[in-house]
């Protein structure tokens, strides 16, 4: 048995000096540091801790981890140089409580040793959670890579998201709305958009590393953990310099004071521009912009506001500037108004009011910053859908194969979706042990086949689906209660036959449902005698009672019996588990004729 740790980032080697959380800051007021040195990157923020998951048994052990998570950056890496990405190594990043602290868990999937059906489910629960907001940077990209390696079911695992945010989409949104504090990207790609905005370039220099071979080394752990991180950090960022709009609902707390001025010029912002998020906010004192303590909540609450002013007037024409504790202007932009007021409040707040704030800080500091989430997530997030015809949607010319060609690829897709006896057979045959009835639990695409079982008297159960693209999750509830009531899963789905999500499952090869009861009946060797048939409920599997019911008899959830049936006959078999009556109506003669011809023309 493999056991893992959760390893802090001591353990991995790296420079011996503190990295500095400019990610906590927006630029404006981290440029006050300096430019970076020459070689110098940004570096992982020292309590993150990482998890490199290689089996369903960590991946499970894990998800226990990041319960209470309720932001998560996603992002992938894989071979370079391929036609199609295939992803190998899946990074997430987690913001997540953990005793009462905020603490940030990433999460290494090796897509290449985790079985498939166990990411599936993992992601596809993460990825439609709506309490967690995912972060992404051309997030697309990498749901298709990711799709690319768990096979055939992969699109549907990952076809929706939601909420999401892509911090490129973002960016540019809010730098063209000249939201003071987001820069100019000079450059592409991430690393581009970490300098422009940290200060701090990503190194790049693992990006094309070998990504397939195994095991991976500790700087490329390093690497792909950082690349998870830094959209929390952009995040972070962004909510920094151009808070989420309030809205009229949510009450203000004690630890986000406003005057009367303050609170009358955000709303005359909101009402003016609602694209335009105001650079500084009264959140930033209370922690919830991501701002850095290192420097005191009223001194960096106050600098930014003055920051955020200056920078917005050297961006914009020169307005005339509001009076203190009045409206703006017409003519003045709401942004300047906003950060004005708020300076003034900023520097007069209480004393007392900072000292209560600095010692319940430690014990607010996740709910702020998580109630900052839930505020982005109402105004960026949004909803992203996948389809097979959203990738490569160009079109393209129309080739002309000859009938060879043609004959070629299908014999081709012929062997591909071939499968052996071998691989098409149950491993074992659980009602064998004790010689008793076989059982049998048939997938949506055999249904009619079940219903036909259960007019010979055999026991097949079926399962429902769930919906467009969960089927997957149908899988995972076919082959539970196929282990738990000791059944032989039934199935014409070739993809739950090669991702080998049960050994208890036996592939249908026919079409025809008559020629798929001889099949299965020849297969498992089962004898049917006279007297079951018909013995069994076609509706639901369940079985009768053991005598037939009187019209006065039925039971009170029976109500699809017309009066006149109840008059001209006076036996009912009714179904002890779905409550359906059964009575011999002018066609069962007939029925029962066919069944018995059937049966004696079946090779068994």
């Keep these: 048995m493999l056991v893992f740790a959760l390893q802090p980032l001591s353990t991995f080697t790296r420079s011996s000096r503190k990295p500095k959380h400019l990610h906590c800051r927006p630029r404006s007021m981290s440029a006050a540091l300096g430019p970076p040195s020459s070689g110098s990157f940004l570096q992982l923020p020292a309590q993150a801790q990482l998890v490199l998951v290689k089996t369903a048994e960590q991946l499970l052990t894990t998800s226990s981890l990041v319960e209470t998570a309720y932001v998560c950056g996603i992002d992938a890496e894989w071979e370079p140089g391929l036609a199609t990405a295939s992803a190998t190594l899946l990074q997430l990043a987690f913001s997540t409580r953990k005793q009462h602290k905020q603490c940030t868990i990433v999460l290494l999937l090796d897509l290449l040793s985790v079985p498939q059906p166990a990411v599936k489910d993992f992601l596809q629960s993460l990825l439609r959670d709506a309490s967690v907001l995912k972060v992404g940077y051309g997030l ?13 079911e992969g699109l549907g695992c990952v076809s929706v998201v939601e909420p999401q945010l892509d911090v490129g989409t973002l960016h540019r949104q809010l730098h063209k709305a000249h939201v003071p504090g987001i820069n100019k990207v000079v450059g592409k790609g991430l690393s581009a958009l970490i ?18 071979t195994r095991p991976l080394s500790q700087a490329q752990i390093e690497y792909a953990a950082l690349d998870a991180v830094c959209l929390l950090m952009l995040l972070d960022n962004f909510m920094a310099c151009a808070p989420p709009h309030l809205s009229a609902q949510t009450p203000i707390s004690a630890a986000q004071p406003r005057t009367a001025a303050a609170q009358t010029c955000r709303t005359a912002v909101a009402s003016a ?34 920051t955020a002013s200056s920078t917005s007037s050297r961006q914009h024409p020169p307005r005339d500037e509001p009076h203190s504790g009045a409206l703006a202007a017409p003519g003045a932009h709401p942004t300047a108004a906003l950060a004005a007021a708020d300076a003034q409040q900023a520097s007069k707040l209480p004393q007392q009011l900072c000292l209560e704030q600095s010692e319940g800080h430690e014990q607010s500091e996740q ?36 009938r060879r060609q043609r004959a070629h690829i299908r014999h081709a897709m012929e062997q591909q979706n071939q499968i052996d006896e071998a691989a098409g057979a149950p491993v074992h045959i659980p009602w064998q042990d004790d010689n008793g009835e076989p059982r049998f639990i048939c997938d949506v695409m055999t249904e009619g086949l079940a219903r036909q079982l259960r007019l010979y008297g055999v ?22 209660v196929a282990e738990a009531e000791e059944r032989v899963i039934l199935t014409c789905d070739r993809t739950f036959i090669r991702m080998g999500y049960s050994e208890q499952a036996f592939y249908v090869r026919t079409s025809n449902k008559q020629e798929q009861v001889r099949e299965v009946l020849a297969h498992f060797n089962i004898t049917i005698r006279e007297d079951s048939l018909l013995s069994r409920c076609a509706k639901c599997n369940g079985t009768f009672f053991p005598r037939p019911i009187s019209a006065e008899e039925l039971p009170p959830n029976v109500s699809d019996v017309p009066l006149h049936i109840k008059d001209l006959h006076k036996e009912f078999w009714v179904c002890q588990t779905c409550g359906q009556a059964y009575w011999q109506g002018s066609q069962y003669g ?11 023309g079946l090779a068994v």
Excluded: F
């Design 459 to 480: 026991d097949a159960a079926a399962v429902q689906s769930k919906g467009k693209g969960s089927r997957h999750l149908v899988y995972r509830q076919m082959v539970d």
């Design 367 to 402: 709910t702020v910053h998580q109630a900052a989430i839930k505020r982005a997530m109402a105004h960026w997030a949004c909803r992203l859908e996948m389809s097979s015809a959203g990738k490569g949607s160009k079109p393209r010319a129309k080739r002309h194969l000859s």
């Design 273 to 306: 521009d609602c694209t335009l998020p105001s650079c500084c906010d009264a959140d930033k004192a209370s922690g919830s912009g991501g701002i850095d303590d290192d420097a005191g909540n009223d001194d960096a609450c106050a600098d930014a506001c003055v």
């Design 590 to 600: 007939n029925a029962l004729q066919q069944l018995s011809q059937r049966l004696s």
């Design 195 to 212: 300098e422009a905005q940290l200060a701090m370039p990503l190194d790049k220099s693992l990006q094309c590393s070998s990504w397939g």
């Design 140 to 152: 697309v990209h990498d749901l298709w890579a990711i799709a690319a390696v768990l096979g055939d």
